[in-house]
């Protein structure tokens, strides 16, 4: 069974960085496209970011391009955010998404979130 | 990037109801859209990838259809476990964007 769990979330301040981790299981992590994708309060979903099952291929939405960097550590199937240069609107739930494949595809698994709050 | 609309925003209903959502991509897409289905304090779940491919155990009352530019999701009878909101998502191409959403509500 595939289980996701995200960690790292938390209170910062505007300008601060935070990184978050989603450690996966029951998969071969190496295989798929790893995602994050964000909710800010009672608002849609938001794709983050995206990496290749090897990371060398990295993808951003424009709206954290620059300030947030994806990355993954295959050798313990672990997914990272590292999120710089934090704002207001950056506050959402992050949730870690497992790809369908190895390319751009639907998230046939999520992890639980975790909550990231940006604010003085 | 492709911008994905969906309608209506909200949609009240009542069990035993059909229910259509539908998405529209800023440009074609074939047949690379997914739905998800989002309770509340939960995460999503894939209902159909690839336009109309029902996921494993979601049921047979889901259906998807479209491809290009225009896309449906239908629930043909409406269970009370069904109120959620809905999401349509491009996996075209990156970056992935998701539709804004539809509320399904009981009527």
């Known amino acids: 069974e595939v289980h996701l769990l995200e960690s790292g979330g938390g209170l910062v301040q505007p300008g601060g960085s935070l990184r978050l981790s989603c450690a996966a299981s029951g998969f071969t992590f190496t295989n798929y496209v790893m995602n994050w994708v964000r909710q800010a309060p009672g608002k849609g979903l938001e794709w983050v970011s995206g990496?290749?099952?090897?990371?060398?291929?990295?993808y951003y939405a424009d709206s954290v391009k620059g300030r947030f960097t994806i990355s993954r550590d295959n050798s313990k199937n672990t997914l990272f955010l590292q999120m710089n240069s934090l704002r207001a609107d950056d506050t959402a739930i992050y949730y870690c998404a497992k790809g369908r494949g190895s390319a751009s595809s639907s998230h046939d698994s999520w992890g639980q979130g975790t909550l990231v709050t940006v604010s003085s | 990037d492709i911008q994905m609309t969906q309608s209506p925003s909200s949609v009240s209903a009542s069990v035993g109801d059909r229910v259509t959502i539908t998405c529209r991509a800023s440009?074609?897409?074939?047949?690379?859209l997914a739905w998800y289905q989002q309770k509340p304090g939960k995460a999503p779940k894939l209902l159909i990838s690839?336009?109309?491919n029902l996921q494993s155990g979601v049921p047979s009352r889901f259906s998807g259809s479209g491809s290009g530019t225009d896309f449906t999701l239908t629930i043909s009878s409406l269970q009370p476990e069904d109120f959620a909101t809905y999401y349509c998502q491009q996996t075209n191409s990156f970056p992935l964007t998701f539709g804004g959403g539809t509320k399904l509500e009981i009527k």
């Open positions: 440009q074609g897409i074939s047949i690379w």
């Open positions: 990496t290749s099952g090897s990371g060398v291929d990295t």
């Open positions: 690839t336009a109309s």
